[in-house]
DNA sequence: GGCCCTGCTGACCACGCTGTCTGCTTTGGC
DNA sequence: GCCAAAGCAGACAGCGTGGTCAGCAGGGCC
């Protein structure tokens, strides 16, 4: 038994293979009487009109591709979830092409990408967003591109994001509310824009509650758990040592409570800790962790709405974080 | 500028189309004259050949997927790297699809999914590998099929694993050589045949060592860190509680970890804990977890391997397991 | 010298679908 | 009641490849 063909479909149905077509497509002038007819003989044969047939003969390929240099599990898996589930929606199908920014051969596999697959779209997250090159070799191709919280160009393409800046702020100014002025912060790598945002926020709250910046309290961190465990050693190192710590992902953030178990501080009590994402890793560790909740999936949906609604046209859409609390922070004691 | 057909190519390289095309799949019978002229088109023209033309005039997609319904991103994520790094190698690619398996629309979905990409062949993971009429629907298309750790049908089609009874006997081993006696165990969630596996291995191992298998000993998990607190909070209540858990994933063994925190359990001194998989997330909690390390990257590749090398013939490979000992066990106190 | 066999190359068609264009029928406006 | 416009259906070409088959050259055999 081979599969059904739009040929099989149309001598089931009665009716010519455009119009079988047309009723796949949803294009206009087709009489219920014939729809009806089309659909019922998909039905019965459990038809599936082949992508490879419709990619080569018409504009669209009905597929887009996903473009990621991201060592975290968690942000990948909600990003594929999210631009999975809006796909399934339209009929579409994804492509995930994970890459190395730093290799020579980016370029070329991009382009080897779009070639083959013949993509409708790609959908790029940071920070492969903020490769001149890469996003050149995109405009040349004149392909729709969405990109998920970019740090540079952002009007060149369109954008789905939260905003960083507010976010760090927000996250601040609770640790401020709990009575903490020694305030610890580890940034991210610096090819993520976001991480320079995020100090901003930061500057942001204490600046408004009049507290003195001290460069001595920021730390570089990689977002991963060993820069956090060791900017946290650092941090307590100092001759005055910050009451709470605000690491800029979770990851670090579990780095910071594994430091500072490992020197027999307790958290929440001597030490408050906070991180940001609010991945599966926050509610896993010990104490559970205050973190901001990025949503992942959403952004991930959004960019692929807008890849699907929008196409070229230019869109931009922010979406809400949120500061979720947990048992990692408290007052300072004392 | 539109992009290069394999036209385009035999009109600079000076040769017909078929030849091109043979230099392209590395047939037989072409000169190294003529192979070389067409080479130098190809990379001139920087021509990449149309997917979608391949597989519609051919028998093959270059496309395979991964069929996958688990809830955790690390696995996810390595099985990714793993398959997408064979289809790299191979040129091929990988097609992601999440499902569900309680869902009425599965089958009917694994068959759209072949129908429309025309898949050249299919990987699942666990649970979906046990999925009788999943199965079935790919046996009745005759597409090659390799399963990763199935429970079922163990002979019905290609499949990589560890050896689940060996790598559970080994940490039950271990903690006994610690010293332990009571050791209790949070089993996997019941879809899993790798549950039942890891039970065998368990009662192997005290039987060796001639302890008395006690049931009350035994909790049901679902591989998630809410059901791995819950047992733990169960087995401490037991009127003589184990000194040592064993949890058949790091998830759980996290869910011990923090149930013992908040109870002032300290691990490992009052308490070991073991996980299983060796997942990001055991080195990420504190103590970190001592293991067993599931190379989940590795049968991923090794499943990709056998699909394009193999094809419809049936093979198997077992892949080695290791014994991670980390800071949450110790020999019991007193 | 005629034969077949192997190595090599190209002409041509088919794959399953969409885009275009043609032509027929119905509707609506005056 | 006539004509233009809109609604609808189908014939046909072509998308960029791989498969089939025919054809040609050269070498070894009888």
Known sequence: MTRATIKDVSRVAGVSIKTVSRVLNKERYVSDDMRQKVEEAVARLNYHPSLAARTLAGRRSFQIGLIHDNPSPYYIF????????????????MIIQPCDINSPGLVDDIGALIDQAQLDG??????????????AELFRRKIPVVRVQPGTDLTATSAVYIDNVQA???????????GHRRIGLVTGHANYFASGQRLTGYRQALQRAGIGFDAALIHPGQFDFQSGAAAAEALFALPEPPTAIFASSDEMAAGVLAA??????????????????????????????????????????????????????????????????RGSTAAPKG
Do not use: K
Not at 122 to 135: F, K
Not at 168 to 178: G, R
Not at 263 to 276: K, N
């Open 78 to 93: 909600n990003m594929q979830a999210g631009v999975g589930q809006r796909c399934r929606e339209a009929n579409f199908r």
């Open 122 to 135: 790609i959908i790029m997250t940071p920070p492969v967003t903020d490769v001149g090159t890469a996003l």
């Open 168 to 178: 760090a702020d927000d996250m601040t100014a609770y640790l401020i509310s709990l």
């Open 260 to 325: 500072a178990h490992r020197m027999g501080i307790s958290v929440p009590d001597q030490l408050s800790v906070a991180g940001f994402d609010d991945t599966d890793l926050a509610q896993v560790v010990w104490p559970s962790l205050t973190t901001i909740r990025q949503p992942i999936r959403d952004l991930g949906y959004a960019a692929a709405d807008l890849l699907l609604e929008f196409g070229e046209t230019i869109e931009r859409r922010q979406l809400p974080h949120e500061l979720i609390v």
